[in-house]
């Protein structure tokens, strides 16, 4: 069974541009997270869907984010504009059940120059 | 505001002695922790959890023991061995199904 994939898996910008990232869970899994990891600091939650519906996106610093779930599959989060602070770690994560154990995909290195 | 905190941001121990990581956490509503241990250029991957009902969960080499008194919880690796090499990251949950994480320890279990 394949794991949850990420792409890309790095990923330079300048600031002010615009960059996607996309996530794809683990087969039959309904629920996915995206979290991030700024400069070594804690993971954060950022939102969290059940299939293509946002569950809660309380941790969404701001509406330079968006999340998307199209059709409860994959799901994309851009950015745009990026911004210098935009930089970390972004994993994506999925689960069965929304009290089940996640599973991580590797993440995506955001670096905004 | 961080509700779950790792003060150690670094440990290194001994091949064969056991290693004690250390997670405190600020909510009182959180009533299930987690260990997550994660290795370079991969994401995070569960290692063991307990419930707030108990207070001590054992799996293998892992035991991680919850004071709820206290809002402590550590995770007890004997014994260590070089795989064990890692950030190992505590995180908590509440009645939403997100995880609040601390910042993580870096673990060296040396030769």
């Known amino acids: 069974e394949a794991g949850v994939t990420q792409f890309p898996s790095h990923s330079v910008i300048e600031k002010g541009q615009t960059v996607t990232l996309r996530c794809d869970p683990i087969?039959?899994?309904?629920?996915l997270y995206w979290y991030r990891r700024v400069m070594g600091k804690e993971i954060k939650f950022l939102l969290h869907?059940?299939?293509?519906?946002?569950?809660?996106e309380s941790g969404m610093p701001n509406n330079r984010f968006l999340a998307e779930r199209t059709g409860g599959t994959y799901s994309t989060l851009k950015v745009q504009p990026a911004e210098l602070e935009d930089s970390g770690v972004y994993f994506c994560?999925?689960?069965?059940?929304?009290?089940?154990?996640?599973?991580f995909g590797s993440g995506t290195q955001l670096s905004v120059l | 505001d961080q509700q779950v905190k790792q003060n150690s941001p670094s440990l290194s121990v001994q091949e064969g002695r056991i290693s004690i990581l250390n997670c405190d956490y600020t909510n009182s509503m959180f009533d299930y922790f987690l260990w997550y241990k994660k290795y370079p250029a991969e994401g995070p991957t569960f290692l063991i959890s307990i419930s707030s009902i108990k207070d001590k969960n054992e799996d293998g080499r892992f035991t991680v023991f919850l004071n709820k008194s206290a809002k402590h919880l550590s995770l007890h690796i004997v014994p260590s061995q070089p795989g064990d090499s890692a950030v190992y990251f505590c995180?908590?949950?509440?009645?939403?199904?997100?995880?609040?994480f601390g910042t993580g320890t870096r673990l060296q279990v040396t030769l």
């Open positions: 087969s039959g899994h309904d629920n």
């Open positions: 994560a999925s689960s069965r059940g929304a009290n089940e154990k996640l599973f």
């Open positions: 995180a908590s949950t509440g009645t939403a199904s997100k995880l609040t």
């Open positions: 869907f059940v299939k293509e519906s946002k569950q809660d």
